[in-house]
């Protein structure tokens, strides 16, 4: 159980079961009595007993902000017996919910597929954090598309990475292109993701913070769609019906579809398609299918083709207008173009081809480049959401409350008083190259280390340094096929699906349209459920 401290620095603990470790952040383990974290400047925030659990009947149900995530479903996790035969029921159920992935033997085929790695049992998340999350989407929304107008604040942002990333350069020349021969495209469409951690406070409060907004590609709305039924399930089989109706219902695959399709319709043209850019070897292909089966229910048909393909059989008339195959085509979605090794330069080309066209593109390039590392760093400091969202007060308040630190790593003092922070202190920070995808952060020694070799380079202007999250570990029971049901301590990642939709200069939509709730073992610092690390959740709310 975990257990806030009473008093703070030299106050009086008062601890149920054996204490076995103090700590004032999971970053900082044993320090002396009466010290403070040399980073963040706490006290001694935990007192950690050997047994972590706590029912969820006994976790103090609206006390959730102090509470914190520590509890979880206790007895429940000693079971062995009882844990197999529930994963037995789990699993069928996720199969016949359709949470699934193809295979990484065959990737490019549905023959034999398997069921996307989950949770056992939900898991426990403060309602007032995400509701907070909830509340603060549409502000994003606003955000990342007043950014994604911003060609100035773009380029002034980005020219130190694109000196050093390529990647980046490359996304950045086509947005250039674009712009100077004319944007043809009038409608524009978001659908994007915004990642949070919840950081557990020193005085035993918890804080939402955002560790990344994805605006490309932002994929498990359509699996998240199918997977509270499976948590209802395997709390109705305890006979846990009250628990079970907490679980929250979750579509954000229509609310997607929906952007979609309104995007679609504005476009004004009856006949012309969805193209759903994605690769051959594509696992998460039943994640993109609800998307299209979601599009087909309202009559828009959705082709998948590859970057090769474009290149193959795209065109453009001389308005412009795209055609794949012959057919027009009014939207096009990116599943694929996130990552240097999605392209060729066959693929840039392509790439290029779309975004010189009036096709709604989901993204647009410049709505990819908002949704980089380094914009997200420049937009936390003081005073840059108020000129982005002049006349909002209240929005950039609920944005900037959401924010942990960043810094940026740009030649200068700031950048050299960041590297020497975080080499003296590596456990309270995360290095971060302008990349998508899980698995490309750096921690700890290996970011120390990194540090030291950028240190005098133009390179350290293509990371950013993040302050890391530290959220409370809690137990659960992780579901892999090929793996015996493991019981280990976890911590989650709160992802809410926006969508907007502007026609011109007028936003004509702007909403929030689900959560994805993924969980991972604490010893894995980076990586998502593609990159099969964290697996896919449900919040449990408290
Ligand atoms: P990507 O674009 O590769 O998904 P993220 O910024 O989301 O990059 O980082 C990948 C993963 O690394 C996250 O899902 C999270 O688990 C971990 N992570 C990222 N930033 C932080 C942070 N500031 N504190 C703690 N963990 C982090
Ligand atoms: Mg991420």
Redesign the pocket.
């Given at each position: 159980m975990f257990l806030r401290e009473e008093g703070h620095e030299g106050g009086v603990w008062s601890a149920i079961g054996t204490p076995v470790a103090r700590r004032c952040c999971r970053s900082h383990p044993w320090q002396g009595p009466g010290n403070w974290c040399p980073v963040r400047g706490w006290g001694w925030c935990f007192l950690i007993s050997d047994s972590p659990d706590l029912t969820p009947d006994r976790a103090g149900v609206g006390d959730s902000m102090t509470v914190g995530m520590a509890t979880g479903w206790g007895s429940l996790l000693q079971d062995e017996q009882q844990l197999e035969e529930l994963a037995r029921q789990a699993v069928d159920r996720a199969l016949a919910e359709g949470v699934l992935l193809r295979t990484s033997q065959a990737p490019s085929s549905s023959h034999v597929v398997s069921y996307a790695p989950f949770t056992l049992f939900p898991s426990r998340v403060p309602s007032a954090l995400l509701e907070q999350a909830y509340a603060v989407q549409a502000d994003f929304n606003l955000l990342v598309d007043a950014v994604s107008q911003n060609a100035v604040f773009l380029e002034q942002t980005l020219s130190s990475t694109i000196k050093r990333d390529s990647f980046t350069a490359r996304l950045f020349d086509i947005h250039k292109q674009v712009l100077k021969e004319g944007i043809a495209q009038t409608v524009f469409l978001g659908l994007n993701r915004s990642?949070y951690?919840f950081q557990c406070n020193p005085d035993g409060t918890t804080a939402l913070k955002q560790?990344?907004i994805?605006t490309i590609s932002a994929s498990f709305g359509g699996l998240a769609s199918r997977t509270p039924a499976v948590h209802r399930h395997v709390l109705s089989v305890l006979g846990k019906t009250k628990e079970a109706a907490k679980i929250l219902s979750n579509n954000p695959s229509k609310g997607l579809a929906m952007g979609i399709a309104k995007a679609w319709e504005l476009y004004g043209s009856a006949n012309a398609q969805v193209l759903l850019i994605a690769q051959e070897k594509e696992r998460n292909i039943f994640d993109q299918r609800a998307i299209e089966n979601e599009l087909l229910a309202r009559n828009i048909h959705v082709i998948r083709r590859r970057f090769e393909d474009v290149s193959e059989k795209g065109s453009l008339d001389q308005d412009r207008r795209l055609f794949m195959d012959g057919q027009e085509v009014a939207v096009v979605y990116f599943r694929d173009g996130y990552m240097p090794g999605h392209y060729s330069l066959q693929n840039w080309e392509a790439r290029l081809l779309l975004e010189r066209s009036c096709a709604v593109k989901c993204p647009d390039i410049a709505t990819q480049l908002a949704g980089t590392?380094k914009v997200q760093q420049e937009l936390s400091r003081a005073g840059v959401l108020e000129s982005l969202l002049p006349g909002q007060p209240e929005a950039v308040a609920r944005l900037r409350a959401t924010f942990?630190g960043l810094y940026s790593l740009d030649l200068g003092e700031e950048g050299d008083q960041a590297i020497t922070k975080a080499i003296a202190a590596p456990s309270c920070f995360?290095l971060?190259p302008q990349?998508?995808?899980?698995?490309?952060?750096l921690y700890g020694e290996e970011m120390v280390q990194a540090l030291e070799r950028l240190r005098d380079s133009e390179e350290r202007a293509s990371y950013i340094l993040?302050?890391?999250?530290?959220p409370e570990p809690f137990r659960n029971c992780l579901l892999r096929p090929g793996s015996p049901a493991q019981v280990i301590q976890c911590i989650s990642?709160l992802g809410i699906f926006g969508v907007y939709v502007r026609e011109g200069k007028t936003l004509v939509m702007n909403k929030h349209v689900g959560h994805l709730l993924?969980t991972?073992a604490i010893e894995h610092?980076?990586?998502?459920v593609a990159a099969g690390v964290?697996v896919l959740d449900n919040p449990y709310p408290v």
């Open positions: 990642d951690m560790i990344e994805n590392k942990a995360v971060k990349r998508e995808g899980g698995g490309n952060n993040m302050e890391k999250i530290e990642e993924r991972k610092a980076d990586g998502g964290a």
